[in-house]
């Protein structure tokens, strides 16, 4: 029918930036004649279709129609500007700025106090606790590499304190857990890493620029890092942290024991957080295996506790 052609080719237009006649025809299994009359059609309906003339042209809707027309409710706007907001108390970022007035223009004038109050409920701070201004600005500075192509000289020290000089070409910031890491290639290994910024020291913008590569970060569960593998554990969990338990893991590595205890089967880089982390839980989790573990751990309490044996005077 002409009506869902007719309505198929606006969602197409808005969805796109530009679009030929002809593809539209060759979707649609009609003549390039026909599309242009649908056109007509959809600009007398009050959308504005325009043809761009070059080689990138095409036909497309006008970007302040767009920007009017589209679907957003006064909640979408809220929460767009908590995220924008939120991103931008730490990079400080002039299209940032720019974006936020825009949505602000979409508002209506009766219902602006509405969103700024709503707005202001949400807070999403995207830097991690004690962060301080020298990291802060060590953020912008790669966030502005990553705008222009810049390759950085970096020094990095890896999850086990090993250091290393590197020259990245940065590709993307991503925060995650309670982070923030920068992706990068890496010409020291020739393939892409994930680097922790905390770790980055003696960071450099080269004035070169880089062409970027092939390559997106996955959503990877453990870091990539260098020199981490991957180790296998069984801790016994104390039933006091069963909330705690349940909130990190998936139920599929959960058993459960008759008396309220948990024994969790699951994998970690092979590193010192692990063993930060285990005794960070105190007596709430005993590693069951690797065995390994258990006797490194035991090394540490004995030390911990010889070193509180005996009490100090503070002077």
């Known amino acids: 029918m002409k009506l869902d052609r007719l309505l198929s080719i606006v969602i197409m237009l808005l969805n796109r930036q530009r679009v030929q006649a002809k593809d539209l025809a060759d979707h649609f299994e009609v003549s390039t004649r026909t599309i242009y009359r649908d056109i007509e059609a959809i600009?007398?309906?009050?959308?504005?279709?325009?043809?761009?003339?070059?080689?990138?042209?095409?036909?497309?809707?006008?970007?302040?129609?767009?920007?009017?027309?589209?679907?957003?409710?006064?909640?979408?706007?809220?929460?767009?500007?908590?995220?924008?907001?939120?991103?931008?108390?730490?990079?400080?970022d002039q299209q940032i700025n720019n974006a936020?007035?825009?949505?602000?223009?979409?508002?209506?004038?009766?219902?602006?106090?509405f969103v700024k109050n709503h707005v202001d409920q949400i807070m999403i701070d995207v830097m991690p606790w004690g962060s301080s201004l020298k990291h802060k600005e060590k953020m912008m500075t790669l966030q502005q590499a990553i705008a222009k192509n810049q390759a950085c000289d970096i020094s990095y020290h890896d999850s086990n304190g090993a250091a290393s000089h590197r020259t990245v070409e940065p590709m993307t910031l991503i925060f995650k857990a309670t982070a923030w890491y920068l992706f990068a290639y890496c010409s020291l290994r020739?393939?892409?890493?994930?680097?922790?910024?905390?770790?980055?020291?003696?960071?450099?913008?080269?004035?070169?620029?880089?062409?970027?590569?092939?390559?997106?970060?996955?959503?990877?569960?453990?870091?990539?890092?260098?020199?981490?593998?991957?180790?296998?554990?069984?801790?016994?969990?104390?039933?006091?942290?069963?909330?705690?338990?349940?909130?990190?893991?998936?139920?599929?590595?959960?058993?459960?024991?008759?008396?309220?205890?948990?024994?969790?089967?699951?994998?970690?880089?092979?590193?010192?957080?692990?063993?930060?982390?285990?005794?960070s839980l105190g007596d709430n989790a005993e590693v069951i295996k690797p065995q390994r573990l258990r006797t490194l751990?035991?090394?540490?309490?004995?030390?911990?506790?010889?070193?509180?044996?005996l009490d100090i005077q503070v002077s």
């Open 190 to 279: 020739n393939d892409f890493r994930l680097f922790k910024v905390n770790r980055i020291r003696n960071l450099q913008v080269l004035p070169e620029t880089f062409t970027r590569k092939n390559g997106k970060y996955q959503h990877y569960d453990t870091m990539p890092d260098d020199s981490t593998e991957m180790i296998s554990l069984v801790i016994r969990f104390s039933r006091i942290i069963r909330h705690t338990v349940e909130e990190y893991f998936e139920k599929s590595q959960l058993k459960y024991l008759e008396c309220g205890d948990i024994i969790a089967t699951f994998e970690l880089p092979d590193n010192d957080w692990v063993i930060s982390y285990i005794l």
């Open 43 to 92: 600009n007398r309906a009050g959308i504005p279709v325009v043809t761009h003339q070059g080689n990138k042209g095409g036909l497309g809707i006008i970007d302040s129609y767009k920007l009017d027309r589209q679907v957003l409710t006064l909640q979408d706007m809220v929460t767009m500007l908590s995220v924008l907001k939120g991103v931008n108390s730490t990079f400080k």
């Open 100 to 113: 936020i007035e825009k949505i602000h223009a979409l508002v209506p004038e009766h219902k602006q106090e």
């Open 297 to 309: 751990l035991r090394k540490k309490a004995e030390k911990i506790t010889r070193l509180y044996k």
